[in-house]
């Protein structure tokens, strides 16, 4: 089993940042593929970062420019630096990881629990 655990999330104003965590336990490890994943109200799940083992990145282009995904393996921690944020980046954002390279599809098998971010204009 795996389990993964966000943090960083909270309210900021418009143009903004802030760094978002998720730590991995049990079978997740370097060589899952790891996603970021937001979903605001009455919208659908959006893949907006992910990176796979040998480290290759893939964004949306929502986020192209301002989001920076990174991981530390010794940490087993993924990140998601977030910067110029904007109301509309308002969501829950969700870590997510999976042996297979699901990149930006929402079909991951681990999931965490999700950390609300808000951005104020």
């Known amino acids: 089993q795996g389990q993964l655990v966000e943090s960083g999330g909270g309210s900021v104003q418009a143009g903004g940042f802030l760094r978002l965590s998720c730590s991995a336990f049990?079978?997740?490890?370097?060589?899952?593929?790891m996603g970021w994943f937001r979903q605001a109200p009455a919208k659908e799940r959006e893949g907006i970062a992910a990176?796979?083992?040998?480290?290759?990145?893939r964004n949306a282009d929502s986020v192209k420019g301002r989001f920076t995904i990174s991981k530390d393996n010794a940490k087993n921690t993924l990140y998601l630096q977030m910067t110029s944020l904007n109301p509309w980046d308002t969501a829950m954002y969700y870590c997510?990881?999976?042996?297979?390279?699901?990149?930006?599809?929402?079909?991951?098998?681990?999931w965490g629990e999700g950390t609300k971010v808000n951005v104020s204009s």
């Open positions: 997510a990881a999976n042996i297979r390279e699901w990149w930006l599809l929402p079909k991951y098998n681990y």
């Open positions: 049990g079978y997740i490890d370097s060589s899952y593929c």
């Open positions: 990176m796979i083992s040998d480290g290759i990145i």
